[in-house]
């Protein structure tokens, strides 16, 4: 059974870090790719990054400079460091992985990031 097991959500003020890991279960190999999502209320599920197998990685313009995705392959797990947060970055983060032939998508249960004072 695949699963994705995360991590390292919670409240912290603004200007602070969390660190977000989401580890995959139930895979013969390393995942092609891993990444972060994060839904607001009321607003549609966005991409946050995403890592390859390979390192190639994707970042949302307006997380560049503070948020950084790296990867344990071998643990096929994905990290989110997150420094220097906004109350806007509040909102449920999601773990995302999928593979390639076949294409299929397993995402995570999601876990609560909240910014404020």
């Known amino acids: 059974q695949v699963q994705l097991a995360e991590s390292g959500g919670g409240w912290v003020q603004p200007g602070g870090s969390l660190r977000l890991s989401c580890a995959a279960s139930?895979?013969?190999?390393?995942?092609?790719?891993m990444g972060w999502y994060r839904q607001i209320p009321g607003k549609k599920r966005e991409l946050v990054a995403q890592?390859?197998?390979?390192?190639?990685?994707n970042y949302v313009d307006s997380m560049k400079g503070r948020f950084t995705i790296s990867r344990d392959n071998g643990k096929n797990t994905v990290y989110l460091q997150m420094n220097i947060l906004k109350p806007e970055d509040t909102a449920v983060y999601y773990c995302?992985?999928?593979?390639?032939?076949?294409?299929?998508?397993?995402w995570g249960q999601g876990t609560q990031v909240t910014v404020s004072s």
């Open positions: 139930g895979f013969n190999s390393s995942i092609y790719s």
């Open positions: 890592i390859t197998s390979g390192g190639s990685t």
């Open positions: 995302n992985a999928y593979d390639l032939n076949p294409y299929v998508s397993y």
